[in-house]
C-alpha cells in the first residue's frame, strides 16, 4: 500500500497508520488531518466521517490481504506447503512492521474487532463478513486437500475458523510482547488441527 | 467477584465494568466514579491514577481467575477432562455475560492487550505476566500428562502457548459475533493440539 501523491490515498494511509497505534475512538478527524497533511476540508470531501474512513480502511486493507491469500492458498502446491507460505508471509509482515516502526502492528481486524465489539456499530458488522471470509478462504484450501486426499478432517469449516483463530491469538502475543517470533509455531500448530502429525509437519 | 459495599471495591467493580465495554483510553476517571457512584475524592483516596485503577482490577482479575484455571487443571482427572473442564468454564462466563448484559464480555486481559500493546505501559508488562503465568499453569498440567503417559508433545511449552492463544482467539469471535457458541470448538482443537485425535476426544 505505496504512500499515493492524491489527497484521499493519504488519509487512507493515516488511518491505517493510527487505527493501528491506538485506540480507534480515541483518533478524531483532526489527528487524522495532521498526519494525512490536508485541510479538514479536504477529509470531510471524501469521508462523512470517520467511521466512514475507518470502513474504507478496512475494506481496503482487506482487498489486499485477501489477494494475499488467495494467491498464497490457491497455489498449486501441498496443502501444507500453501498453509506454511501463508504463515511465513504472515510472520514476515509483522517483522516487516517491527523493522519499520519499532512495533509489531498485529492485525488490524483483530485491533478494531475488540474495541468496537462492544457497540452496535457498521464497522463491527464489516468486521464479522471480513473474518467469515477469511475462514471461507482457508475452508476451500482444506476442502480442496481433502479431496485430494491430503488431510481428513470431521469438519473443513470448523478446521478453517481453528485456523484463523489460531492466527489471531498468536498475533496478540506477538504485539503483546512485540516479538513476531510468537508466529513461528503457527505452521506446526496448524498442521496438527489438521489431523498431520509431527511426521507430516518434518516431511 | 460479587459486589460489595465498600467504596474501593465499588470503583474496582466499576473499572472492571467500563474496560470490558469500552476502550480503556475513553474512559475517565470522572466516569468511574459516577458507575461506582463514589465521589472523585474518594478514587483518589484509593487509587493514585487510572492507570493504578487499571492494574489492580487486572491483579483482582487474575487473582480469580489463577484460582478458577488452578482448582480446574490440578484436578486428580485425566488432563483431557480437565481442559475440557476449563474451556466448559471458559465458554461458561461468556454466555452468563451474554444473559446478564446482553454481550460477550470477551477476555479482560486481551481486550486491554490489543489496546496498549502499542505503548510503553506498565499495564503491558503486567499483561504479559499475566499471559506467561497462563501459559505457565496450562504447561504444569501437560507436562503432568506426558509423565503419566497420556500424552506425548515436543515441546509442553509451546503447546501450552498454543492453547492458551487458540483461547484468545476464539473468545475474540465470541466477542465480535457476540456468541459464546464460537467457543465450542475449544476443547477439540486443544486435543488436537496435544496430539490426540478424534478416538481421544470421543472417548
Redesign the interface.
Known amino acids: 500500500m505505496g504512500r499515493k501523491s492524491d489527497a484521499r490515498q493519504r488519509i487512507l494511509d493515516a488511518g491505517a497508520t493510527l487505527f ?7 483518533i478524531g478527524v483532526a489527528e487524522i488531518c495532521a498526519e494525512a497533511d490536508v485541510p479538514k476540508g479536504s477529509f470531510y470531501y471524501f469521508f462523512p466521517s470517520k467511521q466512514a474512513l475507518a470502513l474504507a480502511v478496512v475494506d481496503e486493507h482487506w482487498v489486499w490481504q485477501r489477494g494475499q491469500w488467495m494467491g498464497i492458498l490457491t497455489a498449486p502446491e501441498p496443502i501444507v506447503d500453501r498453509l506454511r507460505a501463508l504463515f511465513i508471509a504472515t510472520a514476515e509482515m509483522q517483522s516487516a512492521a517491527l523493522k519499520g516502526t519499532g ?2 502492528a ?1 492485525c488490524l481486524f ?2 478494531l ?3 468496537v ?3 452496535d456499530d457498521p464497522l ?1 458488522a464489516r ?2 463478513e471480513i ?1 467469515d471470509e477469511q475462514i471461507d478462504i482457508v475452508e476451500g484450501a482444506i476442502r480442496e486437500a481433502v479431496t485430494a486426499g491430503e488431510v481428513s478432517v ?1 469438519s473443513p469449516r ?1 478446521t478453517a ?2 485456523i ?7 498475533i ?2 506477538a ?4 516479538d513476531p517470533a ?1 508466529l513461528d ?1 503457527l505452521w ?2 496448524s498442521m ?2 489438521l ?1 498431520l ?2 511426521a507430516a509437519v518434518a516431511a
Open positions: 493501528g497505534q491506538r485506540a480507534y475512538s480515541t512495533a509489531v498485529g483483530g485491533n474487532a475488540l474495541e465489539s462492544a457497540q463491527r468486521l464479522q473474518f470431521a470448523e475458523r481453528s484463523v483463530a489460531q492466527i489471531e491469538g498468536m496478540l502475543f504485539k503483546l510482547f512485540n510468537q509455531q506446526q500448530n496438527k488441527l489431523g502429525g509431527d
